[in-house]
């Protein structure tokens, strides 16, 4: 098939149809900051944060296809700035304190602020000091560190095919829940997989028995995983 | 038999809810009873439009409407009506411009001016039967696509027509079903998206209550074009009724073949099902709800793929509004010429709203696109009701933004709002008043879009709720200038950056307010008041707030009520130095914000100060004591209310004050302007005379012509409240015969000089106090006949309209939309002539502006013109001081500080603000005083105490209770005329007391277990409002 | 359901509706104030109501006013045709009222001996 000339920050690029600029921005070395994105699962642009100007209009580059012809910024003064402002949100809705995190130096969320600049969050913090549910033998889910990317959700979804990850009520109270938001230890869907520990970014979804700054986790176990299978 | 008369019962939601099936069923009785059954038809219909009048009962052949109807109204309409063929003028609409019935429905105002195309059938068939709705001429329309035209033609037909989604983004029709009809697959889906949840919109569930038929034939239609099978409506569970309806109508379109299998026994099948939705407002968004539809989480996705690729169960999916398939038929039916005639360039066809808010007519209306929101608001909608201003009007609810009044000539179209900052969204109109804080109004639309979020995308979910909490600061009084700034970060970040469309429009009503009332987001930051008195913690309570020297209305009157006169009238002089006068001639405006008027009228505040007032006065009362003096001085020029509130504050906070008056007499207009009989002049004496035992010296006969002088001398600062004295002239001649004067010249030649003289006709160009006042004055100097023209409408006269009454009682007349164009004689005047004119467009004041008519010329035949069309400050004086002077010769100052450019040198009164009220020009002296305190060293404080409710000693409870207001003595008309003596009289005391406690005391707030101490009504009464 | 038949339903039911579009040729208004009443305006309105169904007049319509002042002449009954001065008959009967409808109606033919009065439509 014919490959696409397609412009991002000023350079041109060939293409293959098909492909969302994120993927084509990756290819040729071009990162986008991402976070509800994972390779191997579905897209949803809930996060925001992979916006790319396009014509002066701001679309995910997650979900985005690459057309002939596009001209595309992935670093322009706007878009860093909605970005930052955008983790900056995301970051006051949740109890995000590195320093007393499983995830610290390992999460996707402390990466992004560094990579994004964010000094400061210029609104108040605020989250709903929900109870830790540790009902689970193995795992928990602290829900002040969730970022609700979705990523435990589909891939529960989409690759184990459990179903047990999902979401309930909406706005600033919405949330992940097991089963019919039955305590995750009771959740009986669930196979214990530990699939959305590893795809978690934040310190939300941890292993018990993992101490501050211990948690390392692997999500790119699911491209590896969702690879080997042929996907239908 | 045959059918003698139809009845049209409206059984719409709103005429339901207020007892149309009582009024039905009583008029089944009474048709019985008189053996009327065979020869009047009731019939149910949905709705008429005017819910406001609701129920509505509209009687056929005569097209009589009847509003208001109460089953107890129904016997009196059958046997005078329907026996005797009386029409039952009681139950008539009224003109609201002249005083008359209206008896057919088409001639009443509201219905003129609209076009109704969606709602032909809406209140005028019975919505459950497919008889009636096959009578009007239903399913035409279908017969005719499916039997004569390719989809193809269809399509063409719909794209021809110019019609476009009315569900708010106005995609065009036609273009979105060519997508749906090229996709290549054997099954596709047409939906209807009746999720109608904008606050304050009820189009959709009008049409589907009362003209079920004509969404489910559209829907066919559709459904043929695009080669759809299924069809679903996905309506909300708040809707019983239109769900009802539709069920019923969908059941007897199947029974008659309209749905089902070979539609008019073509290879054509298609059907429609009903999905009833849980009322999330997300869902209203096309791929949330075909989520919803298939029975996910209602939440939106990213689109591409577009549902006319991939929709309901990844079928190319069409999925239009219910408005937009009510016009189907009628374009199919007539043609799409016939369509494209009507409208604008780019918007074509008619438009329904859903007309709310403070507006006389709340209801829907259906007029053609281009019509402009002037003629939507007043004629169509009546205008604002209880003589409150027009602020703005919203329009497309928590997607939408505000169009304040200049804007009222904006012919409505999709892109003649979206330029203003609104939209014209699914066709919710919220009309707003003087009384709308629009701070609370973007804080009550984020309160709502934030917690309708659907909590995916981040900027939504969590933006929001910062906006919420930025909002809910400002209107708490706690909030930072910077927060405007991140207010407007966030609403753009959101804006731009959110998944869906809710997210995408949700800041609107933010940016919109912004745009246009960013001062309003100031005041409340800067000066932590809510001028419009919403933001309850921003005041004492509505009459306060609306005080201009923000005198603690429920405190003295709380003291009233308790007899002590004495103490009431210290609380007064604490903000307001001049209660004899302000007692009399103030525009009270807490009056017009008092929350009495919600059970029957405002409480007489006017009239109660003034019984303190006299009260002080007669008792020698001399208010709080000044402080000990400081040994600084500082100078006034003027002794008008602003001089003199100036002065007084100043002394009380130990300052040597002198006021220097040019004039023989002190009081600056309220001396040369104001008539003795609406302020007697030893009322005004008392109230100076208080002000000089005060401490205040008023140097007479001493004009001021350097202010630099004045500050050598000795004083630390000057406050210059020289007025606006100058009058403004017109054009009437050159050279002006004699006889012409100026109403500042001859208001002053009476009381200054007492020299005015008057012939038997006198005409006076005006439509403010001064006008009416030089007209009165006029009358009571002996002149026969005493005219006011007017060049425009007389309710947009800016007199008072209490002032304007008393001068019709008092026989001067008022020849309005009459504009003088020139004076006719050589020496003295003969007479004067007059342009008749008509009302134009609307301009910036949301009036209309006057254009001549094509009436002839009049000749008014008088030998004296008074021109009373204004007055303007010189700014001289400042000039002179090297401060720059604006327009109108009007000194620009800091609203709060009323401090000029120069340091030291203060300004205020009508000198900044041009003509204004006493009650403003004392607040802005106050104001000044304080700022001159810190200035010299002092901390601007002068009440020291925290404010303290006052506790009354009487059953209030026994007040809330429906009582009229008390309304003084007055002088007859007759016996007014023959003097100057004051017009007015007073309150016993007794009748002040009682007055006194009608007072709610909204000062009353919350205590801090949650009981409100204050009176059950008063609670209510603020509710309302707040 | 074909389209004929959609049409003759649309027909039926249209001559139902007529009363609500407000374009009827002819208006027949019978004064049914107290004296009209006893003088037998009920019966008269009666008769129109009937024969105008059974002849199946669709533009048609019959309405009733109050009082015209002239007790002697009751029943009176205006009938008004567009284009046409208004023909106001007088001392009505049920039988004349089923005549009015045949002659006057239908055939044009004023039926002379109980015409009270012929009144322009501009004078009004």
């Known amino acids: 098939m014919d490959k696409l000339r397609v412009k991002i920050d000023g350079r041109t690029i060939l293409a293959a149809p098909g492909k969302t600029i994120l993927e084509v921005a990756a290819e040729n070395g071009i990162h986008i900051p991402t976070l509800c994105h994972l390779d191997g699962l579905r897209d949803v642009g809930a996060c925001r944060l992979c916006i790319v100007d396009l014509y002066g209009q701001l679309v995910t580059s997650c979900t985005t296809k690459v057309a002939d012809g ?123 997989c530990g699939k959305c520990v590893e795809v978690c970014p934040t310190g939300a979804i941890a292993r018990k028995g993992a101490s501050n700054a211990e948690m390392r986790k692997h999500p790119d176990l699911v491209a590896e995983l969702t690879e080997r299978r042929a996907r239908g | 038999m045959a059918g003698r008369l139809d009845v049209l019962v409206c059984s719409g939601g709103a005429c339901m809810s207020s007892h149309s099936l009582e009024v039905k069923e009583e008029l089944v009785r009474q048709l019985e009873a008189h053996h009327l059954a065979d020869e009047v038809r009731i019939v149910e219909t949905g709705c008429m439009g005017p819910c406001q009048y609701g129920p509505l009962v509209l009687v056929y052949p005569e097209g009589v409407l009847y509003k208001n109807v109460a089953a107890a109204d129904v016997a009196e309409i059958v046997s005078e009506h329907f026996l005797k063929g009386r029409v039952v003028e009681r139950l008539l609409f009224r003109s609201e411009t002249a005083d008359r019935i209206i008896q057919e429905r088409r001639s009443i105002p509201f219905f003129e001016k609209q076009m109704k195309i969606v709602l032909a059938n809406c209140g005028a068939i019975n919505p459950e039967s497919i008889e009636e709705y096959i009578g009007a001429g239903g399913y035409e329309a279908l017969g005719k696509a499916v039997t004569t035209m390719t989809p193809e033609g269809v399509v063409a037909e719909m794209k021809a027509s110019g019609l476009r989604g009315r569900g708010g983004a106005g995609f065009p029709t036609g273009t979105k079903w060519d997508f749906v009809r090229r996709e290549k697959s054997p099954k596709k889906v047409v939906v209807c998206n009746a999720d109608e949840g904008d606050p304050g919109a009820f189009m959709d569930r009008a049409v589907l209550e009362g003209d079920p038929h004509t969404v489910i034939e559209g829907m066919a239609i559709a459904a043929y074009a695009v080669g759809a099978q299924h069809g679903y409506v996905y309506v909300r569970a708040e809707y019983p009724l239109a769900i009802k309806r ?79 398939y009510a016009n189907v038929r009628h374009i199919v039916a007539r043609g799409s010429a016939w369509f494209a005639s009507i409208g604008t360039e780019q918007s074509k066809g008619t438009k329904v709203f859903a007309l709310s808010g403070n507006v006389r007519n709340t209801g829907l209306v259906e007029v053609p696109m281009g019509t402009t929101i002037g003629e939507l608001i007043y004629d169509i909608g009546g205008g604002v009701p209880n003589g409150k201003r027009l602020k703005a009007i919203q329009t497309g609810g928590p997607s939408g933004g505000c169009i304040p009044v200049p804007y009222l000539n904006t012919p409505i179209s999709y892109e003649t709002l979206k330029e203003l900052g609104a939209i014209v969204g699914s066709g919710g109109v919220i009309v707003l008043d003087e009384d709308t804080c629009m701070v609370n109004l973007a804080r009550y639309f984020v309160e709502f879009t934030a917690s309708e979020s659907c909590g995916q995308c981040v900027p939504c979910r969590s933006g929001l709720v910062r906006m919420l909490d930025i909002l809910d600061r400002i209107t708490r009084g706690e909030g930072a ?11 753009n970040t959101i804006k731009r950056s959110s998944l869906c469309g809710l997210g995408q429009t949700a800041p609107n009503p933010v940016l919109s307010t912004l745009q246009y009332f960013r001062d309003e987001y100031e005041e409340h930051i800067r000066h932590k008041t809510c001028p419009a008195a919403v933001c309850a913690a921003l005041f004492v309570a509505p009459c306060e707030a609306s005080c201009p020297a923000h005198v603690d209305v429920p405190a003295y009157v709380a003291h009233l009520s308790n007899g002590d006169f004495a103490k009431a009238f210290d609380i007064h002089m604490k903000t307001n130095p001049l209660p004899g006068i302000c007692g009399r001639v103030c525009y009270a405006f807490c009056e017009t914000k008092c929350q009495r008027a919600q059970i029957e009228e405002p409480v007489a505040i006017r009239d109660l100060k003034r019984s303190m007032a006299d009260y002080a006065m007669e008792h020698k009362l001399a208010g709080p004591k000044p402080r000990a003096r400081n040994g600084q001085r500082v100078a006034v020029v003027g002794s008008g209310p602003a001089g003199l509130s100036c002065g007084y504050f100043l002394a009380q906070l130990g300052y040597e004050t002198v006021l220097f008056e040019a004039l023989p007499i002190a009081g600056g207009t309220m001396a040369t302007g104001i008539p003795t009989y609406r302020l007697p002049r030893d009322i005004l004496k008392a109230d100076i005379d208080r002000i000089v035992r005060a401490g205040v010296e008023i140097k007479l006969l001493s004009p001021v012509e350097d202010l ?79 005219t006011i023209a007017y060049r425009r409408a007389k309710a947009d006269m800016p007199a008072s309209p209490e002032e304007i009454a008393e001068a019709i009682e008092e026989g001067v007349e008022i020849l309005d939309m009459t504009s003088p164009t020139g004076v006719v004689g050589g020496g003295r005047v003969e007479g004067l ?9 609307f301009d910036a004041s949301g009036r209309r502006r006057p254009v001549e008519s094509d009436q002839a010329e009049i000749v008014l035949p008088t030998s004296m013109v008074i021109v009373a069309v204004g007055q303007e400050a010189t700014g001289e004086l400042l000039r002179g001081a090297g401060i720059e002077v604006a327009k109108g010769g009007l000194v620009p100052v800091d609203p709060v500080t009323m401090s000029t450019s120069r340091p030291g040198i203060f300004a205020g009164g009508d000198a900044t603000s041009g003509p204004a009220t006493v009650v403003e020009a004392i607040g802005a002296g106050r104001r000044a005083a304080i700022a001159i305190d810190r200035f010299l060293g002092g901390n601007g404080i002068l009440e020291p105490e925290e404010r303290v409710e006052v506790a009354t000693d009487y059953d209030e409870d026994a007040y809330t209770q429906e009582r009229a207001r008390a309304v003084p003595p007055m002088a007859a008309a007759g016996t007014r005329i023959r003097s100057f003596a004051e017009v007015r009289g007073r309150f016993a005391k007794e009748q002040a007391i009682e007055e006194a406690r009608r007072c709610l005391h909204c000062d009353r707030k919350q205590t801090e277990d949650g009981v409100c101490c204050g009176s059950s009504a008063g609670e209510a009464a603020g509710a309302t409002t707040r | 359901m074909k389209l004929e038949e959609l049409r003759k339903i649309r027909e039926r039911v249209q001559n139902d509706l007529r009363l609500r579009g407000g374009a009827a040729r002819v208006k027949i208004v019978v004064g049914m104030g107290t004296s009209g009443i006893a ?57 004349k009222a089923r005549r009015v409808v045949v002659e006057h109606v239908i055939h044009g033919t004023v039926v002379e001996g109980d015409v009270l009065a012929i009144v322009d439509a501009e004078k009004e």
């Open chain 1, 70 to 192: 596009m001209e595309i910024g992935t670093q322009t003064e706007t878009v860093r700035a909605y970005r930052r402002t955008i983790l900056e949100l995301l970051f006051a809705e949740g109890n995000h304190v590195c320093s007393f995190c499983v995830s610290n130096g390992g999460c996707e969320l402390q990466d992004l602020a560094c990579e994004l600049d964010m000094h400061s969050v210029r609104v108040p913090y605020t989250y709903r000091r929900e109870r830790v549910d540790a009902t689970h033998p193995r795992f928990l889910i602290d829900r002040d560190r969730c970022v609700l990317c979705g990523r435990c959700v589909r891939v529960c979804q989409e690759v184990e095919g459990a179903h047990t990850w999902g979401f309930a009520e909406r706005g600033a109270t919405a949330r992940v829940i097991t089963d019919l938001a039955v305590p995750w230890g009771t959740a009986e869907s669930c196979t214990s």
């Open chain 2, 246 to 324: 539709l069920r019923s109508a969908l059941e007897a379109a199947r029974k008659l073949g309209f749905l089902g299998d070979r539609i008019f026994e073509t290879a054509f099948s298609f059907d429609i099902e009903i999905r009833v939705g849980a009322g999330a407002f997300v869902c209203g968004e096309e791929t949330a709800l075909i989520a919803s539809l298939e029975g996910r989480r209602g939440v939106p996705r990213i689109r591409p793929p577009y549902p006319s690729t991939s929709g309901m169960w990844q079928l190319p999916t069409l999925l239009n509004n219910v408005e937009t």
């Open chain 2, 481 to 491: 200038m910077d927060d405007l700034a991140l207010l407007e970060e966030l609403a």
């Open chain 2, 708 to 786: 630099d002088e004045l500050l050598a001398d000795g004083y630390g600062a000057v406050f210059v409240a020289t007025g606006a004295m100058k009058a403004q002239t017109l054009a009437l001649g050159d050279p002006l015969p004699r006889g012409v004067v100026t109403g500042v010249d001859f208001l002053k030649g009476i009381h200054v000089d007492g020299t005015s003289e008057v012939g038997a006709e006198v005409v006076v160009i005006g439509g403010g106090n001064s006008a009416i006042d030089s007209a009165r004055a006029a009358r009571r100097l002996g002149a026969k006949h005493v």
């Open chain 2, 833 to 841: 002539r007059c342009a008749r004119m008509a009302a134009g467009p």
């Open chain 3, 39 to 95: 003088a037998g305006a009920r019966e008269v309105l009666s008769a129109f109501l009937d024969e105008i169904e059974k002849r199946k007049l669709t533009d048609v319509i019959v309405t009733q006013s109050g009082e015209k002042g002239l007790a002697s002449k009751e029943p009176i009954v205006e009938v008004i045709e567009r284009d046409h001065p208004k023909v106001v008959y007088g001392g009505m009967t049920a039988e």
